[in-house]
């Protein structure tokens, strides 16, 4: 488990890389301002959760407080999903409603960093 959270933040942070190009280069033109820094942020926020599973994965053993590093893995990869992607669909689709999923999203970014203080605090 704590191996597939360093893959998938690498991957989380490739695709971060790979999205930012993106918006720079196809998406200025087709979208306003407004839109592309929505976009932005997710993108911003993809790249620090998906180090923050790096760290994850990277501490785990170090911590020994396996299911506290784990629940913090999992919140900040479903934090990306919900925050970064729900972004991701407002700005390039303009579906407003869209935006009423980010908000799980920050709560489970922030859940995640709680989780991941206790596993330190926990942990042996």
Do not use: D, K, N
Not at 50 to 65: C, P
Not at 85 to 109: D, H, K, N, Q, R
């Amino acid at each position: 488990m704590l191996r597939l959270f360093v893959v998938l933040g690498s991957i989380g942070a490739f695709l971060s890389v790979a999205l930012g190009a993106f918006g720079a280069h196809a998406l200025r033109s087709r979208i306003s301002a407004e839109m592309l820094s929505i976009y932005q942020t997710g993108v911003h926020y993809q790249f620090i959760h998906s180090l923050a599973l790096i760290l994850v994965g990277v501490l785990a053993e170090r911590l020994h407080a396996p299911g506290w590093t784990a629940g913090a893995g999992i919140c900040f990869a479903v934090g990306i999903l919900l925050f970064s992607g729900s972004l991701y669909a407002l700005s390039t689709s303009g579906v407003p409603t869209l935006g009423l999923v980010t908000p799980f999203g920050g709560i489970a970014f922030l859940l995640g960093w709680l989780l991941l203080a206790g596993a330190a605090l926990r942990g042996s």
